[in-house]
């Protein structure tokens, strides 16, 4: 596609239940990253894959938080055992390589927990 | 780790008129680098424009500048001849030598007719 897409562009659930985010990069983007935006708040960085590899994890929030991607494409954020406090707006981004700096944002994902 | 501190919430311009959006930034690393986006209200983040702390030189972007003071820790955006499409979000962030990105609290820019 022309930009990075994210899937649902909005998301209700109730307190405890699973939700799994979907992040679509720009073809050919080997870098991916997510964040987490709460009202009113900056982005807060989560986590950031090259190609498949996720080098870093320490900024998932809590062990409820996880991350794959495969085949260097597509991504998924899942969320276990939701609470309130997780509900956000969800940011996906990708760039060619960690080397290119500019970052192509998704519209993200409005999660909210019930 | 990093801090990134924008200290203005709002800030309003007249249209045609210049602004400038300070952000002021913490870290012992010596090469990184620098970013402003904007976010209107569509929610689709943009990057405006970018510094490489390497370089002493201000980036510019078009009517969108910077003032990066590298000692100091600052690097503003100048936006020249302000436009109703200005009115958005402005994130500075930051980019760390381990390819994390941290990002402010915004800064609401209001441009008025």
């Known amino acids: 596609g022309a930009g990075v897409s994210q899937s649902p562009s909005n998301k209700v659930t109730e307190k405890g239940k699973d939700v799994e985010l979907r992040c679509d990069p720009i073809s050919g983007h080997t870098a991916l990253y997510w964040y987490r935006q709460s009202l009113g708040q900056g982005l807060e960085f989560l986590i950031y894959f090259q190609g498949n590899s996720a080098p870093d994890k320490s900024g998932l929030p809590s062990d409820r938080f996880s991350a794959e991607r495969t085949g260097g494409s597509v991504s998924t954020l899942t969320i276990q055992r939701t609470q309130q406090e997780d509900s956000a707006v969800y940011l996906c981004?990708?760039?060619?390589?960690?080397?290119?700096?500019?970052?192509?944002f998704g519209p993200g994902t409005r999660l909210t927990v019930l | 780790a990093q801090t990134v501190t924008q200290s203005q919430p709002e800030m309003s311009v007249q249209e045609a008129e210049t602004v400038t959006l300070s952000c002021t930034y913490d870290?012992?690393?010596?090469?990184?680098?620098l970013f402003w986006y904007k976010q209107p209200p569509s929610r689709q983040m943009i990057l405006v424009i970018r510094q490489e702390a390497y370089k002493q030189q201000n980036a510019t972007e078009n009517r969108f500048s910077v003032n990066f003071q590298k000692a100091a820790k600052s690097f503003s955006l100048k936006i020249s001849d302000s436009q109703l499409g200005d009115a958005a979000m402005y994130f500075c962030a930051y980019r760390s030598t381990g390819n994390q990105f941290y990002f402010g609290t915004g800064t609401s820019l209001t441009v008025i007719p």
């Open positions: 870290t012992s690393e010596s090469d990184y680098y």
């Open positions: 981004a990708s760039s060619l390589g960690l080397s290119n700096n500019e970052q192509f």
